[in-house]
């Protein structure tokens, strides 16, 4: 009993707040984007409108995912997640699609993603053991992502695929630097939580048994890797089947209907879309497009926002410098095997968008799958270069430079959102 309720309390202290500095992060957070939220719940209607079924701003499809999960080919679990949180809104709301239930699901993301960082600071805290200076200014930096300021309040899939995953990371992380096994435990959570959002990502729960000690070396332990993986999978695969009704040729012509429709090349070229979308509109706002749109049955006309290319040179230097230091940030720990894992993860993700071209037009809303790896890296950068005072200087001004040209950029970027809120969403 006793073992039980220390792995239970052990479980506990990785996936919340543990010490007073993470309790008052999550707080800081907590109120900093809650205010946004709310102010945006309560006074406009994209967080939910019952008759915009996608796209109302930056191609989030707020309404599929609260009502059904989003498409089960790519979210095959989420309608079971997002329906008890529709639930509890609703019963908060007293069964009404209004403010109050615009309120309870944008303060859900908010709670989620100030927790996410939360976990971005457990990492860099624990696992490479910066300087809470260091760790702060990280944080700073990866709070005013684009990524992170619209998922504050909004309720989709990223949102919380970007928690799970950031918890896995740090958990997984934790257990390769003890030398220890990813739990069976672990491995169906993971794969349940993480793959049952985005499929795709199931991938990254098992990246971590590639680098276990000495596991190519040991029948045994490969014996007990594959036995994990191959149980994670096998109920993963009942619990979606379930949802198809065991009806799986009707996943697969899905998948290829959807494959089709969203990695058509389109008039932007690719370079562009790479570095202004995939790898730039996750962290630094760029200009607005607004287009006309309507339902099917054409009985509703509404307003969407996309994100247009940067169209100065700033940007791209921004984007540039900040690749930079994650390229040195693996160069300079090549060694390490949780760089590897970062990077594998990452990998994924450049090859599903970037080279397999699966809605890269629109990537900016991807980074819920990857963007927690910046800061990270960053981290591990600071970590390389902490016995050479110079060069740990000049890294932790430059990151203060890039930390008030990102806020400046995308407070000022976000004005613009409300204003599009004010004159179409009032």
Request: hydrophobic share 50%; proline share 2%.
């Amino acid at each position: 009993m006793k073992k039980l309720i220390n792995k239970f309390v052990s479980i506990l202290k990785v996936v919340f707040p543990s010490n007073k500095t993470e309790l008052l992060i999550f707080f800081f957070f907590v109120i900093v984007y809650g205010a946004n939220a709310w102010f945006i719940a309560e006074n406009y209607r994209i967080v939910y409108d019952d008759r915009i079924p996608w796209d109302g701003y930056f191609s989030f499809d707020n309404r599929a995912i609260v009502q059904t999960g989003g498409g089960f080919e790519r979210h095959p679990l989420s309608n079971y997640f997002f329906s008890s949180i529709r639930d509890f809104a609703l019963w908060i709301s007293g069964d009404h699609y209004n403010s109050v239930f615009r309120l309870v699901l944008a303060l859900f993301s908010t709670v989620v993603i100030a927790s996410a960082n939360v976990q971005i600071f457990k990492y860099l805290n624990n696992i490479i053991q910066l300087s809470i200076k260091i760790s702060l200014l990280i944080l700073a930096f990866y709070g005013l992502f684009v990524t992170n300021i619209l998922l504050s309040f909004t309720p989709e899939t990223y949102t919380y695929t970007l928690l799970f995953l950031s918890v896995f990371n740090y958990y997984s992380a934790a257990k390769i630097q003890e030398e220890k096994p990813v739990s069976f435990g672990a491995t169906i959570l993971g794969s349940v939580f993480i793959g049952g959002l985005t499929i795709t990502n199931i991938v990254k729960v098992y990246i971590p048994f590639l680098f276990e000690k000495k596991i190519f070396w040991n029948w045994r332990k490969i014996g007990m890797a594959v036995s994990k993986i191959a149980v994670s999978v096998g109920v993963f695969a009942f619990l979606f089947l379930l949802r198809l009704d065991f009806n799986f040729q009707n996943f697969l012509n899905k998948t290829e209907e959807q494959y089709d429709k969203f990695s058509k090349p389109k008039i932007t070229p690719l370079w562009d879309m790479i570095s202004s979308w995939f790898f730039g509109g996750n962290v630094l706002f760029s200009n607005y497009e607004i287009r006309d749109y309507h339902t099917k049955d054409k009985t509703f006309y509404y307003k969407a926002l996309f994100m247009d290319v940067y169209t100065s040179v700033v940007p791209y230097v921004f984007i540039a410098v900040l690749l930079l230091l994650t390229i040195w940030s693996i160069f300079k720990n090549y060694r390490n095997k949780l760089i590897w894992i970062l990077v594998i993860s990452f990998s994924v993700d450049i090859l599903i968008h970037c080279i397999l071209k699966f809605g890269l037009h629109t990537s900016y809303i991807y980074g819920g799958h990857f963007v927690f790896v910046y800061p990270l890296l960053l981290g591990w950068l600071f970590f390389s270069c902490r016995e050479k005072t110079i060069s740990l200087n000049v890294l932790y001004g430059l990151l203060l430079i890039m930390t008030v040209y990102l806020g400046f950029n995308n407070f000022y970027r976000f004005g613009e959102f409300y204003q599009f809120l004010e004159t179409y969403y009032k």
